[in-house]
T-cell receptor, first 111, second 115 residues
Framework: QKEVEQNSGPLSVPEGAIASLNCTYSDRGSQSFFWYRQYSGKSPELIMSIYSNGDKEDGRFTAQLNKASQYVSLLIRDSQPSDSATYLCAASTSGTYKYIFGTGTRLKVLA | GAVVSQHPSRVICKSGTSVKIECRSLDFQATTMFWYRQFPKQSLMLMATSNEGSKATYEQGVEKDKFLINHASLTLSTLTVTSAHPEDSSFYIC???????????FGQGTRLTVV
């Protein structure tokens, strides 16, 4: 069964620190990876997508992908209290359109 | 990013009745739309994949006669929960994509409560 695993948390970091969120996936055929942020009671919103090994940076966010280790991570620099949310990792296999979501990691940024 | 609108955002219905949820892509044509269900403190579980003009593909364990999906146009998909029961109470979310391997954009979600 294809799975995406995340630590449920909560992960607590002080304001201004770097938050590191991790995700592993079981399907080696996965080609596309996504990080979504979900506030309580709200729908997920896309933070980052990554398709190639290495790092991808967008503002305060950096996504890292290591296909050999089947590992995806998201770094949030200069964390703000408004970053407190659940972060969902998702993987999809080329040609299927289907996203497999992890259970999410709850992040708390302490002011 | 692209905008996906979902309506209603919240609905309460009586047990045994049916509820329709709409998902619209506002500024793009969605080749494929997806319907998810999310129970409290759990992740999104894919229910079905919907392609315009064809029958939806349901995930294992999802009753196609209970969760009716209609994808009438490239901008609209509907999910009808038929004969709703309290255990169907959940957060239902749609998403839409335009092309292969593109990012999926989510609607605002619908909180369904069956009493």
């Amino acid at each position: 069964q294809k799975e995406v695993e995340q630590n449920s948390g909560p992960l607590s970091v002080p304001e201004g620190a770097i938050a590191s969120l991790n995700c592993t996936y079981s399907d080696r055929g996965s080609q596309s990876f996504f990080w979504y942020r979900q506030y309580s009671g709200k729908s997920p919103e896309l933070i980052m997508s990554i398709y190639s090994n290495g790092d991808k940076e967008d503002g305060r966010f950096t996504a890292q992908l290591n296909k050999a280790s089947q590992y995806v991570s998201l770094l949030i620099r200069d964390s703000q209290p408004s970053d407190s949310a659940t972060y969902l990792c998702a993987a999809s296999t080329s040609g299927t359109y289907k996203y497999i979501f992890g259970t999410g990691t709850r992040l708390k940024v302490l002011a | 990013g692209a905008v996906v609108s979902q309506h209603p955002s919240r609905v309460i219905c009586k047990s045994g009745t049916s509820v329709k949820i709409e998902c619209r892509s506002l500024d793009f044509q969605a080749t494929t739309m997806f319907w998810y269900r999310q129970f409290p403190k759990q992740s999104l579980m894919l229910m079905a994949t919907s392609n315009e003009g064809s029958k939806a593909t349901y995930e294992q364990g999802v009753e196609k006669d209970k969760f009716l999906i209609n994808h009438a146009s490239l901008t609209l998909s509907t999910l009808t929960v038929t004969s709703a029961h309290p255990e169907d109470s959940s957060f239902y979310i749609c998403s839409a994509i335009t092309d292969l391997n593109t990012e999926a954009f989510f609607g605002q979600g619908t909180r369904l409560t069956v009493v």
